[in-house]
């Protein structure tokens, strides 16, 4: 059974500093791996998608990298800003199916 | 707008009460899940549906009922077995099960017990 595990559980940090989410997964079987970003009491929002076969994607001051055979993807974000506080979710979809299997997300603060 | 709609945002039940959260989507979707999320963890899955009049158990299935009689609306019921109810609800959509499609979220509904 997968098993997705997010490191650190919290974390806070002064506006402009580059920071790193780590994600790690235990079943390297995997079809695409996806960083998600939820602000309190609202939904997800999709922020990167990362396909099996990529090493990572790039949106804006978000890098998003894989490496499957070790089981590991991070989250770069870069010049970080008041705005960017919020959880932060990894999800992976096994290559044999469709569901997603979440982590327990990274609760991120950026203070002014 | 195209998009998923869930409703009430909040909700409260009294014991022994069968509650029921209402997703709809308006994106031609063939696939919808219902998600709970508790603090500190991430999503789980309760029950999925891949097409109307279809549906599978999730990880987390016991106490919970689902319904798919049109394509646009899958609600799921809290039902009185389900002992500790208090979570959020999300509720997801995606264009079919294919690997490569992805899941769109609805805004959750967040369920407290009286």
């Known amino acids: 059974k997968q098993e997705v595990t997010q490191i650190p559980a919290a974390l806070s940090v002064p506006e402009g500093e580059n920071l790193v989410l780590n994600c790690s997964f235990t079943d390297s079987a995997i079809y695409n791996l996806q960083w998600f970003r939820q602000d309190p009491g609202k939904g997800l929002t999709s922020l990167l998608l990362i396909q099996s076969s990529q090493r990572e994607q790039t949106s804006g001051r978000l890098n998003a990298s894989l490496d499957k055979s070790s089981g590991r993807s991070t989250l770069y974000i870069a010049a970080s800003q008041p705005g960017d506080s919020a959880t932060y979710l990894c999800a992976v979809k096994g290559a044999s199916g469709s569901r997603l299997t979440f982590g327990e997300g990274t609760q991120l603060t950026v203070n002014p | 707008d195209g998009g998923i709609t869930q409703s009430p945002k909040y909700l409260f039940r009294k014991e022994g009460q069968n509650v029921t959260l209402s997703c709809e989507q308006n994106l031609n979707h063939d696939a919808m899940y219902w998600y709970r999320q508790d603090p500190g963890q991430g999503l789980r899955l309760i029950y999925y549906?891949?097409?109307?009049?279809?549906?599978q158990k999730g990880d987390i299935a016991e106490g919970y009922s689902v319904s798919r009689e049109k394509k646009e609306s899958f609600p799921l019921t809290v039902t009185s077995a389900q002992k500790n109810p208090t979570a959020f609800y999300l509720c997801?959509?995606?264009?079919?099960?294919?690997?490569?499609?992805?899941?769109?979220f609805g805004a959750g509904t967040r369920l407290s017990v009286l």
């Open positions: 549906s891949q097409i109307v009049n279809d549906f």
């Open positions: 997801a959509s995606s264009i079919g099960q294919n690997l490569k499609n992805i899941q769109y």
